[in-house]
Each structure stands twice: as C-alpha cells, then as structure tokens.
C-alpha cells in the first residue's frame, strides 16, 4: 500500500516570502499524486495533479509543485505568498489503477498548517 | 452550479444516538466518496461509489458505520450507535467518471461531536 509523508505539521512564513511544502510518497509504481487545500472551515479544493509528461506541474493560486522521482517527493512551491494562502495543505497519492481496495485508494498526508505573518 | 451539498454543517449528540450524514454529489458525476477527517489519522477514505453502486467499503471502520446511495443525486452515511471515538470532519466528494483519478470535488464538510 501507498503512504504520504508531510513531515511539516506547521509552516510559518511571512507575506510576499517563497513557500516550499514538502510531500514524500511511498509506492511501488509510478504514482498518480495531487496537492488539496482546505481553509478554515471550508472543504477541500485541488490545487494540482500529477498523472505524467512535465515534472513541473502549474496549478491554481500560483502554486507549482515538481515531481521528483528520485527523492519520491513532491514538493509544492510559490514564489511569494499571501495572507489568503493560510490554510491546511494536504499531498495525496492514488495508484496508476485503483484496483478497488481501500489499501490501494487515494491516500492523504496529514497536512501541513500554513500560517502567514504579516 | 452549487458544488458538492452536504448536511447539516454540525451535528452534536449523545453517545449511542444514531447519526445520519447527507451529500448531494456535483449533478452529472457518478462517484461519490465518504473520507473522515481526524487529528490522529489524518484524511481516510470510507467508501467509494460508483454509478450508485459501493465499489469498496474496506474503509468504513466497523458494523456501526453504513453508506448508501439510494439515486445519484443524494447519498447517507449513517452510525448507528455512535460512540465518542468518531468524532471527526466528515467530508463527501464527488468525480465525473470511475476510479480516484479524476479530480474529486469536495463539500464543506460536517463536523460531528459525540458526546
């Protein structure tokens, strides 16, 4: 079975500063891999995905994250944040075929909580 | 379009009481997933729906928890008796399309409380 590793429980940067948000995966194949954010009291929206092709992904917000074989990691970046990106930042991981299983389904880390300085 | 419904919000009750959770998937979308949300364990996937049907419930935690999906427009997560354990932020999703690939489109949650 797959396992997602954010080994960042809290982040705190300041406005207009770089974000990197690590994520380790575990998992045999080639994964399928994705970044949620949840603000406070919200559900869960998805700010990117990684199936294949470029190792850079772009997503929504002005978020990126780049797909590292070699470190199985995928790291979310953004050059400069704001005070709207506070919020619960999750890296998920499902399999290139979800074969039915609950040990084999999208699999979620637990979270990252960014907090933003002014 | 008004996004995955679900309901209520929050939901407080007492030891054994039966609780029931709702979610009104995205119009359109035919798989529907139940994840609970702790501080202990993090987001895990319940159950998964596809076209109505439960396609893997090897995440529902024990007897007490039950999923339906009656018609495509409307599912129920039900615990009956309930216990303080399962405290958690319930959240359903909805896809266009079979398996976890597709991008899951996530209500807002209900927060329950077992007293």
């Known amino acids: 079975a797959q396992s997602v590793t954010q080994p960042d429980i809290h982040i705190t940067v300041s406005e207009g500063a770089s974000l990197e948000l690590r994520c380790n995966y575990s998992?045999?194949?080639?994964?399928?891999l994705f970044w949620y954010v949840q603000s406070p009291g919200q559900g869960l929206q998805l700010l990117l995905k990684y199936f294949s092709g470029d190792t850079l992904v772009q997503g929504i917000k002005g978020f990126e994250a780049e797909f590292k074989r070699s470190q199985s990691s995928f790291n979310l970046r953004k050059p400069s944040v704001h005070w709207s990106d506070a919020a619960e930042y999750f890296c998920?991981?499902?399999?290139?075929?979800?074969?039915?299983?609950?040990?084999?389904?999208?699999?979620f880390g637990k979270g990252t909580h960014l907090i933003i300085q002014p | 379009d008004a996004g995955v419904i679900q309901s209520p919000r929050h939901e407080v009750t007492e030891m054994g009481q039966e609780v029931t959770l709702r979610c009104k998937p995205i119009s359109g979308h035919n798989s529907l997933f139940w994840y609970r949300q702790t501080m202990m364990r993090g987001l895990e996937l319940l159950i998964y729906f596809n076209n109505n049907v439960p396609i893997d419930d090897s995440g529902m935690p024990e007897d007490r928890f039950s999923a339906k999906m009656p018609n495509a427009s409307f599912s129920t997560l039900k615990i009956q008796p309930s216990e303080p354990r399962d405290s958690a932020v319930y959240f359903c999703a909805s896809s266009l399309g079979p398996g976890l690939v597709g991008t899951q489109y996530f209500g807002p949650g209900t927060r329950l409380t077992v007293l």
């Open positions: 998992y045999g194949a080639t994964p399928y």
């Open positions: 998920a991981v499902a399999p290139e075929e979800y074969s039915g299983g609950g040990a084999d389904g999208l699999t």
